[in-house]
């Protein structure tokens, strides 16, 4: 029997590792999932208890007593590991990747890997509560600024009744949002300096982080930017950090839609929490443009999205600091599950490319994406179980009770969604931070730019204890608790 430090239970037979995945929306759970078929099936049922806490949670073998069957499906597992983490789609040069390897194959974020030989079982297919996940008490790193950016151009519930047959009435009372901002097409702007990009919004954001942390852009070692639909299809990570001055960092880009910013929060933290890194200082940014790749026919999604850029500035500290000041980032968890992919996607389409090689030629793909495909009942669900379950965990990992926390801070995608897991962790709504009704869903964005406006109002004040979490395609989830300052 082998195990990390937990009981053995019969019925988990299964551990995941969270997938981050490659644009337009998460594709390595899927792909992991899809490995995972292959390898193994479970007809045992789940516990949807959360694991122990620990500080960190190298690889776990759970199985159901029996030897490890691990010389069968080692292989396997290790192919769906390293799946998720070629899948985590980092524009790199060989020194950086090389870093990043490192990063992987060390205590950083867990890659917990399933070797039960009777395999995966999902009760159906949305059962997403009993995958296991990457979770971590105190990370030693701490924010020390914030910022955002978010399109000039404003379409208005009233605008869309317009577009869709939909009201305000109904989209105000369904999900909260009033309006949404949305980058235009570059071509109708004809100044330079007035064109508005994703890269620019994220520029403009990492700016305002920097000046209100004080340091230099010379001085920041790492930039992530988490996004699903970069205004380059290799990443926006180094322009991002080229136009800021960042002549010292690594940049990368991270696609894991919705949770991509709490996702890119516990990546960079875990680059600093290792002293060896070289990781002082890191740019993360969330930053999205969805409404490129909504369907505005279509009233169930063309209502909820909108388009914006936040970016924090984290700095490392010493492992002292962590419980001398009680700031940084306290505890986090983070989830992943393919099988739930089809509620929430963007696929690739291609058009028909024939290249004329000798003989008969070749069809080959131009590449282009269909339209956001939601399931949005499923989605809901599935947030308002899990998300609560994920906080609970973060809470546990930093070994904080859910009526210390100062603010609730959940992914902005419908006000009932806040609602339902602030009853369920019995926070009161005046706790939750929420900014839905102007901007909409801006996806990977939409943490950052609601912490940025509550630290600017003077609501988030330092020593404050936040929970963050995240949620969307993949499908994916995660929780990450905050002290400010
Ligand atoms: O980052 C994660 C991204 N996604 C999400 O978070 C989505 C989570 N899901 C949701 O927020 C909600 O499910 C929606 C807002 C998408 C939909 O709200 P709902 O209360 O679940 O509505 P529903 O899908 O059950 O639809 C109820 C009715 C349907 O009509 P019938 O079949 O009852 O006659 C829909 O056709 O509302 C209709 N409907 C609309 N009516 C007016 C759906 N969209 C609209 C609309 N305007 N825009």
Not at 7 to 20: L, S, T
Not at 269 to 295: I, T
Not at 452 to 474: H, L, S
Request: with cysteine.
């Amino acid at each position: 029997m082998w195990h990390n430090n937990e009981p053995v239970d019969k019925r988990r037979r299964f551990v995941d590792a969270p997938g981050f995945a490659s644009q337009m929306i998460p594709t390595a759970t899927s792909l992991s999932n899809g490995l995972r078929k292959r390898c193994f099936s479970d007809s045992g049922d789940h516990d949807d208890r959360p694991p122990k806490s620990r500080r960190t949670s190298p690889i776990n073998y759970i199985t159901d007593g029996e030897d490890p069957p691990i010389r069968k499906c080692l292989p396997m597992s290790f192919a769906c590991g390293v799946a998720e983490t070629i899948d985590f789609k980092m524009k790199l040069s060989h020194g950086a990747l090389l870093t990043i390897l490192n990063f992987v194959f060390s205590r950083s974020l867990s890659f917990a890997f399933t070797i039960s030989h009777t395999g995966v079982h999902r009760s159906s297919r949305n059962n997403c509560s009993s995958l296991q996940m990457a979770t971590s008490g105190p990370l030693s790193c701490r924010a020390i600024g914030i910022g955002s950016a978010t399109p000039r151009t404003v379409i208005t519930n009233v605008d869309l009744e317009k577009v869709v047959e939909t009201s305000d009435e109904w989209i105000s009372s369904r999900t909260g949002i009033s309006q949404r901002r949305v980058l235009t097409h570059p071509l109708v702007t004809s100044e330079d300096e007035d064109k508005e990009s994703l890269t620019t919004l994220s520029v403009t954001a990492a700016q305002k982080a920097v000046e209100m942390s004080g340091i230099n852009p010379e001085d920041i070692d790492l930039v992530i930017c988490a996004t699903s639909s970069p205004d380059d299809l290799f990443g926006d990570a180094t322009t991002v950090a080229a136009s800021l001055g960042c002549t010292n960092a690594f940049a990368f880009d991270l696609t894991a839609a919705c949770s991509g910013f709490l996702f890119g929060l516990v990546t960079a933290g875990q680059f600093m929490d290792r002293k060896n890194s070289g990781v002082k200082n890191a740019l993360v940014v969330g930053a999205d443009a969805l409404s490129r790749w909504v369907d505005w026919g279509d009233r169930n999604s063309c209502i909820l999205f909108g388009d914006g850029a936040g970016a924090m500035i984290l700095q490392g500290t010493a492992d002292s600091d962590i419980g001398k000041e009680g700031v940084g980032l306290l505890g986090y968890s983070a989830h992943s599950n393919g099988m739930g992919h089809e509620d929430l996607k963007c696929g690739f389409k291609g058009e028909s490319n024939h290249v004329s090689t000798p003989g008969d030629g070749v069809d080959l793909s131009k590449g282009s994406y269909n339209y956001i495909s939601m399931n949005g009942s499923n989605v809901y669900k599935f947030a308002t179980r899990e998300v609560p379950k994920v906080l609970q965990e973060a809470l546990d990992a930093a070994d904080i009770k859910a009526d210390d926390i100062d603010w609730l801070l959940l992914h902005q995608a419908n006000i009932r969604i806040m609602e339902a897991v602030a009853k369920r962790l019995g926070v009161p709504m005046e706790k939750v931070i929420t900014n839905l009704s102007d901007y909409g869903n801006t996806s990977a964005a939409s943490i950052p730019i609601a912490l940025d406006e509550a630290v600017r109002a003077g609501k988030v004040k330092k020593g404050d204890v936040i929970a963050c979490a995240g949620f969307g395609a993949g499908l994916s989830w995660g929780s990450a608790i905050i002290r400010w300052g």
